[in-house]
Nanobody, 123 residues
């Protein structure tokens, strides 16, 4: 089993930045693709970004491409999401997750999930 714990959420004004961390325990993330998702009230959980085992391949949804950057430090067993130019519509609970696939946009491909961290962006 892998446990994932997100941190770094909070409240920020539009245009601001936040950096989320996702610390893994129980298993090493080095053999897993890692991803970030978010879920706003009344909406489906949405794919944001994914990163391959070795960090050389990343993928982003159109909604965050150019504003968010995913990275990983396998030695620290941690994945990050740097979020810049935040907008009120980025308000949601943010989740990290692990998949056996190298990289994936599909929520069903992810087998381990964190409990989420809240982000509120005010205008």
């Amino acid at each position: 089993q892998m446990q994932l714990v997100e941190s770094g959420g909070g409240s920020v004004q539009a245009g601001g930045s936040l950096r989320l961390s996702c610390a893994a325990s129980g298993r090493t993330i080095s053999t897993y693709g890692m991803g970030w998702f978010r879920q706003a009230p009344g909406k489906e959980r949405e794919f944001l970004s994914s990163i391959q085992y070795s960090s050389d391949v990343t993928d982003y949804s159109n909604s965050v491409k150019g504003r968010f950057t995913i990275s990983r430090d396998n030695a620290k067993n941690t994945v990050y999401l740097q979020m810049n130019s935040l907008k009120p519509e980025d308000t949601a609970i943010y989740y990290c997750a692990a998949t056996h696939f190298r990289i994936s946009r599909q929520r069903g491909d992810y087998i381990y999930w964190g409990q989420g961290t809240h982000i509120t962006v005010s205008s």
